[in-house]
């Protein structure tokens, strides 16, 4: 007697089903897999600008670093000149004023741009310069500050705060914190924004973390730009962008050397040191940035889910072909200019008017 059609099709489809979750139990078995060596090529949906920045191989090493005090003073005073060249370059691009003060007993820069319009003199964007913990102090700092306020038509206080080798976590942070209490003595909290790129964008986190624990006014919007929001190697781009992220490169070497620094005894799980382990509800409304070949996209991505899940209002920008904050270093490219335009808009939106 010939099977039913019915027993036909329960029989195929339970061998599919076998095949598939013998696929899946394969699939589960092995942790990692191997990927063919390929070239890869300069995308061609980007601007000439944006695609000289890209088309070059890191440069860097992924071997472990291993410094005395003095060497990490001598390595960051190299790294950060080319940086205050090019703040001074800016400062005449843009014809912005930059001034140095002290807050609460904090180093600052104040970034003005030539004019700022009635409805912008009672805001203000407080900017946490980026580095990796470790660099671009002093003028080196201000860049970012400089285009945020060109872009934003607002005032800018840039916080040139403490950091390794003499002065590790949490010294940053409490600068930071410090310099927040003495800007709540003469702006709404509302009124102001902040913001800062990659350590920075992670120090942005992890000190709205901070005013939360000390019920601290927050301020009224935030952007944190592919934030180094994870300083344990966590989160899928950190293997699948290495080598490809042509200014990060990879999490070993350099990286690792500078969260290390950084933290000194601390956990690098602690909230305060990756603040994507914190809780982020009640944060105000957020932007982030990312780049398709950025070794933070999973950082700034899981900050993004984790922010939506909270609840928080928050905008995600992942920009084509992009590694790690280039719409910083390639300040002429158009993608920089909608980069800032787009975080100048939400600040806009967000800020009390």
């Not at 002429?332 to 800032?340: G, L, N, T």
Request: hydrophobic content about 40%.
């Amino acid at each position: 007697m010939k099977p039913s059609s019915a027993f036909c099709i329960r029989l195929i489809c339970f061998a599919t089903w076998q095949g598939a979750a013998l696929f899946i139990a394969s699939a589960q078995s092995t942790s990692t897999r191997t990927i063919p060596a390929r070239p890869l090529p300069v995308p061609t949906t980007v601007s000439s600008q944006l695609q000289t920045v890209i088309a070059p191989a890191w440069q860097g090493s992924s071997s472990p670093v291993v410094r005395t005090t003095e060497q990490w003073k001598v390595f960051i005073q190299q790294v950060n000149q080319p940086q205050v060249q090019e703040a001074e370059l800016l400062k005449q691009r843009f014809q912005v004023s930059v001034k140095e003060d002290t807050i609460a007993g904090v180093h600052v820069y104040r970034v003005s741009p030539p004019v700022v319009p009635e409805e912008n003199r009672h805001r203000l964007l407080l900017h946490i310069h980026g580095g990796a913990y470790v660099l671009f102090g002093g003028e080196a700092a201000i860049p970012e500050a400089i285009l945020m306020a060109h872009y934003a038509r607002m005032e800018v206080i840039s916080i040139d705060y403490r950091m390794p080798p003499d002065h590790p976590f949490p010294a940053a942070l409490d600068d930071t914190i410090a310099v927040w209490r003495e800007i709540l003595r003469t702006y709404t909290p509302r009124d102001v924004g902040l913001f800062g790129t990659s350590a920075g964008g992670g120090l942005t986190l992890a000190t709205v973390i901070k005013m939360k624990e000390l019920s601290l006014p927050l301020p009224g919007a935030l952007m944190a730009g592919t934030p180094w929001s994870d300083l344990t190697k966590t989160g899928d781009s950190y293997y699948t962008n290495a080598l490809i992220d042509n200014v990060l490169g990879t999490e070993e070497g350099s990286l690792d050397a500078c969260a290390k620094l950084y933290a000194g005894s601390h956990d690098l799980t602690d909230p305060l040191l990756s603040p994507v382990n914190g809780d982020l509800s009640g944060f105000p409304p957020t932007v982030l940035l990312t780049g398709t070949r950025d070794l933070f996209l999973s950082n700034t991505v899981r900050v993004h889910q984790k922010l939506l899940h909270a609840g928080v209002p928050a905008d995600l920008l992942v920009f084509e072909g992009e590694s790690h904050a280039q719409y910083l270093i390639a300040f002429d490219a158009p993608e920089s200019a909608i980069a800032f335009q787009e975080v100048t808009q939400f600040f806009e939106r967000n800020l009390e008017r």
